[in-house]
C-alpha cells in the first residue's frame, strides 16, 4: 500500500494597507482561559506560543510537538489560547499580554488574520521576532509561516468529494469561520476544485459554525433538512467535521451520503472506521508546534529561515488510517 505525502509551496503572505484599533481597549493583563501561560523568567531563551484555541485536540498536538522542540532545543515555551475559536478579543489580549513579557520570540495562529496587525507592528518595533503558525496574518512582519497547504489540502478532500460522488447532485459545505486565512482557504480551496473539476457538483450551502462541535451539528442539520437529497457534505476542521457526524447519526443519514472532514480526532477516527465519514484530511500538528519552536530558535540566533514552511498534510480513509506514516500524524 503506498501513500502519498502532500507538500506545495506557499507564497509569501502580503501586508494589508489598515490597521484597526480595537487594541486600544485592551489592558495590559489577560486572562489565561483556557491555556497554559506564564513563564519567561528562567535564563533560557523564552519563546511564547499563542494558539487559536485549547478545545481541539489538535492543539493539544500542536503543544506537544512545540514541547518536543522545546527539550531537544533547551528553551522555554509558554502554549495558551483562548476556550473557543470565536474568541478574538480573548486572544489578542492574551498576545499582548505575551508581548509585555518580552519574550525572545512569539509564535502566533491568528483567529482574525488582520486584527492582530497592530501587535504584529509592536512586536517589531520591540525587536521580538515573530513566527505566524497554522494560519497566517496579514503583515510582513512574521519572519515565516509554518502551516498546511490548506487550499491544496482542500482541492484534495473536493478531489476525494467528487470521485466518491460520482460528480453529479447536491452537496454542502460546513466551514469554521470566515475570519482566518485557514478557514477561508479551506472553503476557497473546495470551492474552486469544484467549480473547475465537477460542474454537475451543485454547492447548494456553505455555512460557518465557528468550529464548534454543537454549533456546527446544528448547522448541519439545518442544511441536511432543507436538502434532503444531499450528496455530501465537507467540514472544515475537527469541530466542524465532528459536528456534521453528529448531524449526521441523529438524523438517521448515516450511509446516504458522502461525508469528508478535516483534521482527526477520536470522533472522526470513528466514523471513518464505522463507514459514517468517508474520509478526512490530516495535517502534522505536532510538526507544525515543533516546526515553529525551531523557527523561533533560528531567528533568535540570528539565522535566516524560510518565509513559508509546509508541514504537508495526508489524505485518509478507512484502507490507509493504520499505514504507520499515516497513524503517527493521526490523535484521538
Known sequence: MSVTRFTKSAPKYVAVAAATTLLLALGACADDGGGSGGGGEGDKPYVALVSKGFQHQFWQAVKKGADEAAAELDVEVTFEGPETETEVDKQLSMLQTALDKSPDA?????????????????????????????????????LTTVSTDNVAAAAEAAKHMVELTGGKGKIAVLGHDQTSQTGQQRVSGFVDYIEENAPDLEIVDTQYAGGDQLKSADAAKSILQANPDLKGLYGTNEGAATGVVKAVQELGKAGDLTVIGFDSGKAQLDAIKDGVMAGAITQNPVGIGYETV????????GEEVEPVIDSGFFWYDKETMDDPEIAEVLYE
Not at 294 to 301: G, Y
Open 294 to 301: 525551531k523557527a523561533a530558535v533560528a531567528a533568535i540566533d
Open 106 to 142: 512569539l509564535g502566533f495562529a491568528a483567529l482574525d488574520s488582520e486584527a492582530s496587525i497592530p501587535l504584529m507592528t509592536d512586536a517589531q518595533s520591540r525587536g521580538i521576532p515573530v513566527i505566524a503558525f497554522d494560519s497566517g496574518v496579514d503583515s510582513e512582519v512574521p
